[in-house]
């Protein structure tokens, strides 16, 4: 995978913030799929000691080469691909963590859209040098056909949220806007309590809407100002998270 490293002032050893993006079933655009940046993000975790990696998984722009994330047919959508999702990014976390200016443990998994929901299929697996995962606007199958708040197999999204929930350990953060067109709140809210009943650590704020399309509002600074302080809050709290 190609990817940008971003380092704060100083020596290290550092503690690391993964960053993963979205996606999309074209493959045409996927093709065409600009390295990951989130600035405003990227910059909240630099400013508090983070070193940053922004990987562009498998299937996408440079980095090229065979699609994993498949979700299938509209009808008969396999959110499960969010495990292949998981696995790249568990390849990012492998290759950084084992480079001297990194800390080992302590690891922050940041994720938007597709980006987010393979994060949360991350947590299912635990991997111990992961503390947190917080999940932005996370999910598979939003907006089909390019029609707003209109979703490829919405109870199949619900069940693979069961599903991760099963056996996820590490605390989450989910993070929605009331403007997402992907995932209106309804379904965000059933998303959210179906991980949480199934035993996932699962911290849920639904935000207002802002200056952008509420999907990404991870880019807003306006919404910055917003999700900012309960990231904050979220690894205050989390300062002995994924201790093994």
């Given at each position: 995978?190609?990817?940008?490293?971003?380092?704060?002032?100083?020596?290290?050893?550092?503690?690391?913030?993964?960053?993963?993006?979205?996606?999309?079933?074209?493959?045409?655009?996927?093709?065409?799929?600009?390295?990951?940046?989130?600035?405003?993000?990227?910059?909240?975790f630099l400013d508090r000691?983070?070193?940053?990696?922004?990987?562009?998984?498998?299937?996408?722009?440079?980095?090229?080469?065979?699609?994993?994330?498949d979700q299938g047919d509209?009808?008969?959508?396999?959110?499960?691909?969010?495990?292949?999702?998981?696995?790249?990014?568990?390849?990012?976390?492998?290759?950084?963590?084992?480079?001297?200016?990194?800390?080992?443990?302590?690891?922050?998994?940041?994720?938007?859209?597709?980006?987010?929901?393979?994060?949360?299929?991350?947590?299912?697996?635990?991997?111990?040098?992961?503390?947190?995962?917080?999940?932005?606007?996370?999910?598979?199958?939003?907006?089909?056909?390019?029609?707003?708040?209109?979703?490829?197999?919405?109870?199949?999204?619900?069940?693979?949220?069961?599903?991760?929930?099963?056996?996820?350990?590490?605390?989450?953060?989910?993070?929605?806007?009331?403007?997402?067109?992907?995932?209106?709140?309804?379904?965000?809210?059933?998303?959210?309590?179906?991980?949480?009943?199934?035993?996932?650590?699962?911290?849920?704020?639904?935000?207002?809407?802002?200056?952008?399309?509420?999907?990404?509002?991870?880019?807003?600074?306006?919404?910055?100002?917003?999700?900012?302080?309960?990231?904050?809050?979220?690894?205050?709290?989390?300062?002995?998270?994924?201790?093994?």
């Open positions: 995978m190609h990817a940008t490293v971003l380092r704060p002032p100083g020596a290290g050893p550092f503690p690391l913030a993964v960053i993963n993006h979205g996606s999309i079933q074209s493959a045409d655009v996927r093709a065409k799929y600009a390295m990951p940046q989130y600035p405003i993000a990227s910059q909240w000691g983070y070193a940053v990696v922004l990987p562009q998984r498998a299937g996408h722009g440079e980095t090229g080469g065979p699609y994993f994330e509209c009808e008969r959508a396999d959110y499960k691909a969010g495990l292949a999702t998981a696995y790249s990014i568990q390849a990012a976390i492998d290759y950084m963590t084992a480079q001297p200016f990194l800390e080992k443990s302590g690891v922050v998994v940041v994720g938007q859209s597709a980006g987010g929901w393979g994060a949360l299929a991350l947590a299912s697996r635990n991997p111990p040098p992961v503390k947190a995962v917080i999940n932005f606007a996370g999910g598979r199958g939003g907006r089909a056909d390019n029609e707003p708040n209109k979703n490829c197999s919405p109870e199949e999204l619900i069940a693979a949220a069961k599903l991760f929930g099963k056996t996820a350990k590490i605390p989450t953060l989910w993070l929605y806007s009331e403007g997402d067109d992907y995932f209106a709140p309804a379904l965000v809210r059933r998303m959210v309590d179906a991980f949480g009943s199934a035993g996932g650590s699962v911290e849920f704020h639904l935000l207002p809407r802002f200056d952008t399309r509420g999907h990404i509002f991870i880019q807003s600074s306006d919404a910055f100002r917003r999700w900012a302080p309960i990231v904050d809050k979220f690894l205050s709290a989390c300062q002995n998270c994924g201790a093994m």
